[in-house]
Nanobody, 127 residues
Framework: QVQLVESGGGLVQSGGSLRLSCAASGLAFDTYTMGWFRQAPGKEREFAAAISWRRSKTYYTDYTDSVKGRFTISRDNAKNTVYLQMNSLKPEDTAVYYC?????????????????WGHGTEVTVSS
């Protein structure tokens, strides 16, 4: 049974930092693309960041424009964990952040390509 468990969310002031973690089990982690999506109140779930499996000896990453230069996604295959380092947080980053896993090549930002989802961790950025 595949499980993705997010942690690290919380309340932070504008300009602060948080690091989210997602621990995966029940899957061959190093063969999965891992993504972070977020859903703000009253809005649809949207792509935030993703990191591919090691295809062609390279890990590919992608970020939505609004987080580029502030967020960094990384993975530790030995620990079956993916991280999202979030710096210079803004109130508009407030959302529930979901970890997702999928086995695919191509674009990393499409929700439909991910097979497994965590239950989310809440991030609140106060102004």
């Amino acid at each position: 049974q595949v499980q993705l468990v997010e942690s690290g969310g919380g309340l932070v002031q504008s300009g602060g930092s948080l690091r989210l973690s997602c621990a995966a089990s029940g899957l061959a982690f190093d063969t999965y693309t891992m993504g972070w999506f977020r859903q703000a109140p009253g809005k649809e779930r949207e792509f935030a960041a993703a990191i591919s499996w090691r295809r062609s000896k390279t890990y590919y990453t992608d970020y939505t424009d609004s987080v580029k230069g502030r967020f960094t996604i990384s993975r530790d295959n030995a620990k079956n964990t993916v991280y999202l380092q979030m710096n210079s947080l803004k109130p508009e980053d407030t959302a529930v952040y979901y970890c997702a896993a999928g086995q695919f090549d191509g674009s990393l930002y499409s929700k439909s390509m991910y097979d497994y989802w965590g239950h989310g961790t809440e991030v609140t950025v106060s102004s």
